[in-house]
């Protein structure tokens, strides 16, 4: 009994850290409606700057001033990435701006590396604080019972900072009206990089409170990001209460949880997440979104399907591919092979996102699965090749079934906050679950069949099932079924009145697609010759992300273009840097803000301003761009 | 003059919603703007206070060319905006409503306090502390005048200011908005409601389809009843 206290008692004062960076990811959602997916990145990085401070200029400031300083200096650091980089995306769609701070995330993470090198860092204790007491007969360290009070303490801060200044009052205000706001005449631009400060702010306090009781890495950006994500998505987005109750639910859960299952500690959060999200879509304290903006809405342009001219234009192109083992040698045929891989997971990405409107943060799960599945197959039944290139995308299937299921219950930034939990859910449990998956030493010896262990012969294959995978996407596209989910996804409103079910339908696109990555996976295990957790991890869910945009949001062989682009841009500046992260996010950053139609849409753009003779749809399209 | 609109062309994507609209307003005037349901009042204002991004045209205040400003500093010269859907904060309490709506005095302009507002609408000051979400739709049309009273402005646009409210409130807005023009501020209403504007006007235009049609004061319109038939009978 006394023991669970004690756990209990542990649980609050992680749960502290948790909502002082919860509370700025919500608050600024609340009035930018931007999930800053950064938030994870000055969290870290308030604990690295807290650390220097605390180390190397504690003279002056003291401990607990070099804490509030390093909280300081990253809420500049946050206003400043507001003014230069945010600001310009505010009319972009939900999935630009994820990306935008995504892309910051990258380049944090790198720059970390840079500054502090890459061990890990431990800080000072907290004076007054180094001690433990006695309670129930077990010691429990002094700082735990102050960050315990500290939670409730930020909260009621808060309270009277939103209810009791003008400032507060302006900035709910301008959570549920904006643009009323500005016609009273506040300037909402100050408005928006102060909100964008205090919560920085909190998140930076948060991580630099951290560091007395752990050490600083430069891995607790992610980590803490997917927790956030759950603590938000189960307390309501925009809500600093529901961020400080369901704190203290993930918090508990997590001390408990690694009693109970402790090779699985997240089954946990995720089982109480997902009762959460039936019962209640919006979280606990959270309110409806009234008018969730769909992924597309950059350019209205009729999609049709190939003429026979560019029909027979895509064959000489895959028959010039398939000319390619007769010239390339080995090592640009493997890399050949990765590239049609990512070419049929963007793909596969592309229907749900574009297709579908289901912008997915955690598709990586499904291609991880997929591998997963092929690998236990060889692994553990002795199967061969064929039979587990066609049985192990079942387990991405399943994992999509079931993900999916809760998933379509929600939409835009939920939605791709809620595949991004289980994507991580996924990965750590290939992480923890040494006994059959070999955890981080992953599942070596997947090797495949001997007539495709040539380079060649593997090329070939992965030829053959990208273009077959991406040909049966691609008829999907113009399938009644494939008009049904751009239907839904432009208005979910209409289509249900003429008795398409949302829901239904989002969720085989979701399997669809989680289908079609599970291939791609098991044909990566065999190219690799091994499974690693990393193969679901947020990288590759990134990757895809970013090949999608590349290529073109709104287009329909957009995926195909970024994938192949984006790939080997990917591979080649691997071999040219040692900071590929750096580089990537800059990457990221630049194509939202300069290319957001992306390489095919730039395109189809230039096309469409000399319109040719007999092309129909080219007025209405016309018609269209003026919105 | 107050406010001189020329020219004003709006559009809505593809969709042209005014066509080189005018209008011109004293200081001191109340001036009814008129037209059916979907002819184009609601735009006109939220034009000229620069909520519509497609729009052209040139909004002279005070003298000052106010077309290409922002929304917050047309605002903060003192041109109030009410918009039709009324649109308070519905989690804040009237206090806070008025709070949000607060601007410095401005010189030679009524300084509005949240007791005048009260002493202008009792019903309000009875719920100080009660958020807008639970309010009438009578008390929520003087809240959201109330608002953008806060700002000081010297000329307020109303947006059908009597929409789906009881008589008995139709008349108390009356008295507010002559109260307004007491206080020797201008007020643009737009409305449908002829009788409605007959008490409060001293001139009226109509609008039809994006354009201004009549321009005239009331007497005018009550002496051309073919042109109270075209264009606003329903």
Redesign the interface.
């Known amino acids: 009994m006394e023991f669970l206290l004690v756990q209990a008692l542990s649980g609050l004062a992680s749960a502290a850290s948790l909502f002082l960076v919860a509370s700025g990811l919500s608050i600024i959602f609340g009035v930018t409606r931007i999930v800053n997916f950064a938030h994870g990145a000055f969290y870290m990085l308030g604990a690295y700057v807290a650390y220097t401070l605390t180390t190397r200029f504690a003279g002056p400031f003291g401990f607990w001033g070099a804490i509030v300083a390093a909280a300081i200096i990253v809420a500049l650091l946050g206003a400043l990435m507001e003014m230069v980089l945010l600001r310009r995306i505010y009319q972009a769609p939900e999935l630009f701006q994820l990306l935008a701070t995504f892309g910051v995330t990258l380049m944090v993470q790198d720059l970390v590396v840079v500054i502090w090198g890459p061990e890990d860092l431990l800080g000072p204790r907290a004076p007054g604080f180094t001690g433990a007491i006695s309670l129930f007969g077990r010691m429990v360290p002094t700082y735990d019972l102050f960050m315990m009070t500290l939670g409730p303490v930020v909260l009621g801060i808060l309270w009277l900072l939103f209810h009791k200044t003008?400032w507060g009052?302006?900035v709910?205000?301008a959570t549920?009206?904006r643009?009323?706001?500005?016609?009273?005449?506040?300037?909402?631009k100050w408005l928006f990089t102060g909100v964008f400060a205090l919560g920085v702010f909190l998140a930076a306090l948060g991580g630099a409170l951290q560091i007395p009781r752990t050490t600083v890495t430069h891995a607790m950006d992610l980590s803490i990001i997917v927790e956030v994500f759950v603590v938000v998505v189960i307390g309501g987005l925009g809500s600093v209460f529901g961020a400080f109750v369901a704190a203290i639910i993930v918090a508990e859960l997590n001390a408990f949880g690694i009693l109970i299952l402790p090779q699985i500690s997240l089954i946990t959060v995720f089982l109480v997440m997902a009762v959460v999200l039936v019962v209640r879509p919006w979280g606990l304290f959270g309110k409806p979104e009234s008018a969730p903006r769909a992924a597309a809405g950059l350019t209205i342009r009729p999609w049709r399907p190939f003429t026979q001219v560019e029909r027979a234009g895509v064959a000489l192109v895959v028959v010039a591919v398939a000319a390619l083992p007769f010239f390339l040698g080995n090592y640009a045929l493997t890399v050949g092979a990765e590239i049609l891989i990512y070419v049929l997971f963007a793909a596969s990405l592309h229907f749900m996102m574009t297709v579908g409107g289901l912008a997915s943060f955690g598709h990586a799960a499904y291609f991880g699965l997929g591998a997963y599945g092929a690998a236990f197959l060889v692994k553990y039944m002795g199967a061969p090749m064929e039979a587990a290139l066609i049985v192990g995308p079942l387990l991405g299937l399943a994992g999509a079934v079931l993900f999916g299921w809760f998933c379509v219950r929600l939409s835009g930034v939920y939605f791709a906050m809620l595949t991004l939990a289980f994507a991580q859910i996924a990965w750590s449990i290939a992480f923890q679950w040494v006994d059959v998956t070999g955890g981080d030493n992953g599942l070596l010896g997947i090797w495949p069949a001997t007539w495709a262990s040539r380079p060649a012969g593997f090329f070939w294959l992965a030829l053959g099932i990208a273009v077959v995978g991406v040909g049966v996407l691609r008829m999907l596209v113009f399938s009644p079924f494939g008009y049904g989910l751009r239907a839904v996804r432009d208005s979910a409103l209409r289509s249900e009145a003429i008795g398409l079910n949302r829901q239904r339908m989002q969720w085989a696109a979701f399997i669809v697609a989680g289908t079609f990555a599970g291939l791609a996976g098991a044909l990566f295990a065999f190219l690799k010759g091994s499974v690693f957790p990393d193969y679901m991890a947020i990288p590759t869910s990134v990757d895809g992300l970013v090949m999608v945009l590349l290529g073109g949001v709104e287009t329909v062989s957009g995926a195909v273009v970024g994938a192949v682009l984006y790939k080997a841009l990917a591979i080649w500046l691997m071999s040219q840097t040692d900071l590929s992260k750096l580089v990537l996010g800059g990457v990221i950053v630049v194509i939202v803000l300069a290319f957001p139609k992306g390489v095919v849409g730039f395109i189809e753009d230039l096309r469409h301003r000399w319109p040719r003779k007999g092309n129909g749809a080219t007025v209405g399209a016309t018609?269209?761009e003026?919105? | 003059m107050k406010l001189q609109v020329s020219n004003l062309n709006s559009?809505y994507?593809?969709a042209h919603i005014l066509y080189d609209v005018g209008l011109e307003i004293g200081a001191g005037e109340v001036v009814a703007l008129l037209g059916r349901n979907g002819a184009g009042k609601s735009t006109t204002f939220r034009s000229i206070?620069g909520?519509v991004p497609q729009r052209a045209g040139t909004v002279m205040f005070d003298g000052a060319d106010v077309s290409r400003l922002?929304?917050?500093?047309i605002?903060?010269r003192g041109l109030g905006?009410v918009?039709e859907d009324r649109?308070i904060?519905?989690?804040?309490t009237v206090e806070?409503?008025f709070?949000?709506?607060?601007?410095a005095p401005r010189p030679g302009v009524a300084t509005w306090t949240p007791d005048m507002l009260y002493k202008l609408f009792p019903n309000l000051g009875e719920m100080r502390k009660r958020p807008g979400g639970q309010m009438s739709g009578g008390e929520q049309q003087m809240l959201t005048i109330g608002?953008?009273l806060m700002?000081n402005p010297s000329l307020v646009l109303l947006d059908e200011p009597s929409e789906g409210l009881a008589p008995k409130i139709v008349e108390q807005m009356a008295d507010a908005i002559l109260a307004m023009k007491g206080e020797g501020l201008s007020v643009v209403i737009s409305e449908q409601n002829l009788h409605f504007a007959k008490l409060i006007s001293d001139r009226a235009y109509i609008i039809e389809k994006g354009r201004i049609r009549f321009s005239g004061t009331i007497a005018d319109l009550e002496a051309n009843p073919e042109i109270r038939d075209a264009y606003l009978a329903v």
Do not use: I, W
């Open positions: 003008r009052v302006l709910r205000a549920q009206d643009e009323m706001v500005a016609a009273l005449g506040v300037n909402q018609k269209a003026a919105a | 559009h994507g593809p206070v909520l922002p929304t917050y500093e605002v903060r905006y918009p649109r904060f519905s989690h804040l806070e409503n709070e949000v709506g607060r601007q608002r953008t700002g």
